[in-house]
């Protein structure tokens, strides 16, 4: 290697993150997935086949690229891949259906889909419904009018593709879908990504060289994605990979790979903490396991921090994807004396205030206000909504659209969701997208969707419907008429049919009322 003729970036950017790693550690175990164990060389060598596959099929750089993977060591070299080629990934949720798989492509102009051979349904044909769409990638399998990754990997050189990426170039688009009803691409460039991974992931979080991180959360999503996996290869550390959710394979992969780090929603600790015996289990190799996508009750972080024997080795996270994600953290130091809270301040690296209707800080304990943060890692924009964008990121700050407010100590306390989103296992489920597919059911006149409690999943999506004058549906019918609508986990698992909705003198459903009447899971 001669230093003279290496190729880098003015600053670090995400593809320089693996060609760094490669050099650093090309030995050293990057990433695990069932059996398969490949290092950094392995990794950077993979990537760059991808780079030069996608490029050699007319991807530039600067142009948008879908990737609809499951959790796999594959995802991993596909995203890199995309990075070192220069591209914009778009990481699609993998539950979406078809109609909402070619709404993304559509608003984010995407060239490229590469998706795996298990949503083969959803690329047959697809090309045909979305007008800006060149390519089809399918991982594992021929398909009709598109490529199949390991062939083109196959006629593919290992060598460093020749592009050129520097830190203010884009990189990716993650959609997040607003109470409007339509998903909202958040923007970003290699410089706010970084910045979240080795600040925000790295230092809040404890990473190091030898950390070992389990990843079971979907990497669709950006706290996987940027903090977890990114912040972990960052610092050149160990990304072990599970499939799915399994909270029996969670504890024994645990136990088995010496994990250090992990990252899951209340539902993964509660469901191990109330069915397994966790005395079984060897997990004196973890030095923090962290908590986020909805906040837990002071009894259920007692519970956890009890039955995984996690005292001094616990954190909740809050955070919000226009963020990179960020917000603010509960460190390990505080979370017993101070249960329930979200943290004070905002997380190392960032700053969070809560503010009153005219975006003054509120200072007052126990008065009600909108959470809003400032961080380098935050958004550049939604993509093509300018309004939406102006709205959300005033002077800097994100307006998060959640509810909070301070204690005498000036810990943060969530109270409630602005905008009506529903989390249920860690997914955020929006309720005017629910709304609007309800409402071209041939017989609701109205309907008001709203999260109400689950034991396992924090809420579940209920429906409270009215129907048109001699109509007739039922419950059943209603669910049935979601299935091909919306991924599974926006589905209502429960719907009401009422003969009246409350209104407000505008005309306008009231939504507090609507819960207070028919907040029940029935």
């Not at 909202?184 to 979240?196: E, I, L, Q, S, T």
């Not at 890692?377 to 959640?402: C, F, H, Q, V």
């Not at 296992?425 to 309800?438: A, F, P, R, T």
């Amino acid at each position: 290697m001669n230093i003279a003729t290496i190729n880098v970036p003015k600053h670090i950017t995400i593809a320089e993150i693996m060609y760094r790693n490669a050099r650093k550690y090309p030995n050293k175990e990057a990433v695990v997935f069932k059996d398969r164990r490949l290092n950094y060389k392995e990794i950077d060598d993979l990537s760059n086949q991808v780079a030069n596959a996608i490029i050699g099929l007319g991807i530039n750089k600067g142009d948008h690229v879908a990737l609809m993977m499951n959790n796999s060591e594959m995802f991993v070299a596909v995203y890199f891949g995309i990075m070192k080629a220069g591209g914009v990934v778009i990481p699609l949720n993998t539950r979406f259906v078809k109609r909402e798989v070619e709404f993304i492509l559509d608003n984010s102009d995407a060239k490229l889909i590469i998706g795996g051979e298990e949503f083969e349904s959803i690329l047959w044909g697809i090309k045909l419904n979305v007008s800006n769409l060149q390519n089809v990638i399918c991982v594992g399998k021929e398909l009709p009018g598109a490529y199949e990754l390991n062939e083109l990997m196959n006629n593919t050189s290992q060598e460093r593709p020749q592009v050129m990426v520097e830190e203010d170039d884009l990189c990716s688009i993650i959609y997040t879908s607003g109470t409007t009803g339509s998903p909202r691409g958040a923007v970003f460039d290699h410089r706010r990504v970084v910045y979240n991974v080795s600040i925000i992931g790295v230092i809040n979080h404890r990473f190091t060289h030898y950390t070992r991180h389990l990843i079971m959360m979907p990497l669709f999503h950006s706290a996987p994605l940027h903090l977890y996996m990114l912040g972990t290869m960052f610092v050149g550390g160990t990304v072990v990979i599970m499939p799915a959710y399994d909270p029996k394979m969670f504890l024994e992969l645990v136990q088995a790979e010496k994990i250090t780090h992990f990252f899951g929603p209340a539902l993964v600790y509660l469901t191990c903490s109330k069915q397994f015996d966790m005395s079984k289990y060897d997990l004196s190799s973890v030095e923090l396991f962290l908590m986020g996508g909805s906040p837990a009750s002071a009894e259920d972080q007692a519970l956890i921090i009890d039955q995984f024997k996690l005292r001094g080795r616990f954190q909740q996270v809050y955070g919000l994807t226009e963020a990179g994600p960020t917000g603010t953290a509960l460190f390990p130091e505080d979370i017993e004396r101070k249960p329930a809270s979200l943290g004070v301040n905002g997380a190392i690296g960032a700053e969070l205030v809560i503010v009153d209707e005219h975006l003054n800080k509120i200072e007052e304990p126990g008065v009600v206000g909108e959470i809003a943060v400032l961080v380098e890692s935050a958004m550049r924009e939604y993509y093509k909504d300018p309004e939406k964008t102006a709205n959300t990121l005033k002077n800097g700050w994100i307006l998060t659209g959640d509810l909070a407010k301070y204690d005498e100590d000036g810990y943060v306390y969530f109270v409630d969701r602005l905008k009506d989103m529903i989390i249920s296992g860690g997914q955020n489920v929006y309720s005017k997208e629910i709304e609007d597919v309800l409402m071209q059911h041939p017989a609701v006149s109205e309907v008001a969707v709203i999260g109400v409690p689950h034991p396992e999943w924090g809420e579940s999506v209920k429906a409270v419907i009215t129907l048109l004058p001699n109509r007739t549906a039922t419950a059943d019918e209603i669910i049935k008429f979601c299935r091909d609508k919306l991924a599974r986990f926006k589905r209502p698992r429960y719907v009401q049919i009422v003969d009246v909705l409350p209104h407000n003198p505008a005309g306008k459903i009231t939504k507090p009322e609507v819960r207070k009447l028919y907040g029940q899971p029935v």
